[in-house]
């Protein structure tokens, strides 16, 4: 890779705006911060990296810890996606239906068309990061937009997971030039690329 000057974290600070992913005053933010970061070696540099993508508000993040109510806390990632989309995808009439401590419906629309979740949750303080999962594909622009979100699984097994709206080449390029752990995924939500396990 050409010498910028840079260390990992600004490189993928630059990386993302130049993807379009981020705007340049918040890369350059980022840019900044990261300015002093120690640059660990690649197998340990995962987590500095998701926290560059989420400094530069590239990504949506779903918690693994208690959240203070988890219809607000999905709420907040249906706002995230929506933001992303750039007004593409609006997500309304946000319900979360059912008695804590059992099976649950969380239903919404988006652009006006009816969906549903199952949620399987302990209590309303934390969130179903399996149901995030398998229903990210919902909050994608679709159509045209070759669009979609990939997964960048925590890293510890009790990290929050995070999402990256881009196209696959993007996400591809975004594990190929910095080891990322992505699941890329194609046009129709297909995966086109494992990563590997949560680390223990």
Not at 64 to 78: G, K, L, M, P, Q
Not at 85 to 98: F, I, R, Y
Not at 103 to 114: A, H, M, T, Y
Not at 149 to 166: K, Q, S, T, W
Request: aromatic residues 6%; glycine residues 8%; negative net charge.
């Amino acid at each position: 890779m050409k010498d910028t000057g840079m260390n990992a974290y600004q490189r993928m600070a630059e990386r993302l705006h130049e993807f379009g992913l981020t705007t340049r005053a918040l890369a350059d933010e980022t840019i900044e911060d990261a300015a002093d970061w120690p640059e660990l070696p690649p197998e340990r540099r995962e987590r500095d990296l998701i926290a560059v993508a989420a400094l530069c508000e590239a990504v949506v993040q779903a918690h693994s810890d208690d959240v203070d109510f988890a219809e607000d806390a999905y709420r907040a990632i249906f706002r995230t996606a929506g933001r992303l989309s750039g007004g593409a995808v609006t997500v309304t009439d946000v319900e979360l239906v059912g008695d804590e401590d059992s099976l649950r419906d969380l239903r919404f629309k988006v652009n006006g068309v009816p969906k549903c979740w199952p949620i399987d949750q302990e209590s309303d303080d934390y969130l179903d990061l399996a149901a995030i999962a398998e229903g990210i594909d919902d909050l994608a622009p679709g159509g045209g937009d070759p669009r979609v979100f990939h997964l960048l699984p925590g890293v510890r097994r009790h990290d929050d997971d995070h999402y990256l709206l881009a196209t696959p080449e993007q996400a591809a390029a975004l594990h190929a030039e910095f080891g990322l752990r992505i699941e890329v995924r194609g046009p129709d939500g297909e995966l086109l690329g494992e990563t590997p396990p949560r680390r223990r």
